[in-house]
């Protein structure tokens, strides 16, 4: 019964000590490059503060924190403050590149993706009645999301979609009048949007979700905090020739 009591005791001390969760031991895809270790929060900076964030599992104020292979943004601080926050990669992108990570979202909390500076909403989407159109995404579950960047583009985009390869459109002006033709229909020329500079074709689980047009020619990646509890994972690049 010595024994027994004796056991429990040790039983009970290793679970109080024993860390909450552990790496994640996801391995990137042929030409990606992890962003984040899945165990702290090196490489990364917190926009407003000066602390070094290298070998740290949490910000100084509690308010981001990596559990179990994830970084967590939590709705509030250690100080019960919220409002918006940004952990960003210490190095710049200059070159297009593929952006690839997960997320999970509480309910209708709110986030987002920064791209080189310029914000893509990130939400949970369907339970706040937006972005209906995405069939795939998982209430409380991993989504993907693929942000592709590409500079120096000359694009179309007819009423906010950027039109493919295998897309047929022609525009012409007569009299000061302009008409327009997508794959041999009819449409509106003033939905017609051309564009020469970096865009970025977002998807969510391989859907459609925006794409970004005002994207600066070089700058970092950020990760947000806002509404709710929001996390990501598996944040990896892989830049373009």
């Not at 019960?80 to 690839?100: N, Q, V, W």
């Not at 500079?151 to 047929?168: C, F, S, T």
């Not at 598996?234 to 020739?241: A, G, I, S």
Request: contains cysteine.
């Amino acid at each position: 019964m010595r024994i027994l009591a004796y056991l429990g005791v040790v039983v009970l001390t290793l679970a109080v000590v024993a860390p909450t969760g552990r790496a994640d031991d996801f391995t990137p895809e042929e030409g990606f490059v992890s962003l984040f270790n899945g165990k702290d929060l090196t490489g990364w900076f917190y926009k407003g503060s000066k602390e070094k964030l290298d070998g740290k599992t949490r910000t100084a104020d509690g308010r981001i924190v990596v559990e179990k292979g994830t970084i967590v943004m939590q709705e509030k601080d250690d100080n019960g403050k919220g409002g918006i926050r940004e952990l960003t990669t210490l190095k710049p992108f200059a070159k297009s590149f593929h952006l690839k990570l997960e997320f999970m979202a509480s309910l209708k909390s709110d986030s987002g993706v920064y791209v080189r500076g310029p914000q893509l909403q990130v939400r949970d989407f369907i339970r706040r009645n937006e972005q209906k159109h995405l069939k795939k995404f998982i209430d409380d579950g991993w989504n993907t999301l693929d942000i592709i960047v590409r500079d120096n583009q000359v694009i179309a985009v007819v009423g906010g979609k950027l039109l493919g390869p295998k897309d047929k459109l022609t525009v012409s002006l007569e009299k000061g009048e302009a008409t327009a033709m997508l794959n041999g229909k009819t449409i509106d020329a003033k939905a017609v949007q051309f564009k020469h500079g970096t865009v970025a074709e977002c998807l969510c689980n391989g859907e459609p979700l925006e794409v970004m047009l005002t994207i600066p020619a070089k700058g970092g990646i950020g990760l947000q905090a806002e509404t709710g509890k929001f996390a990501f994972r598996r944040v990896r690049v892989k830049e373009l020739e």
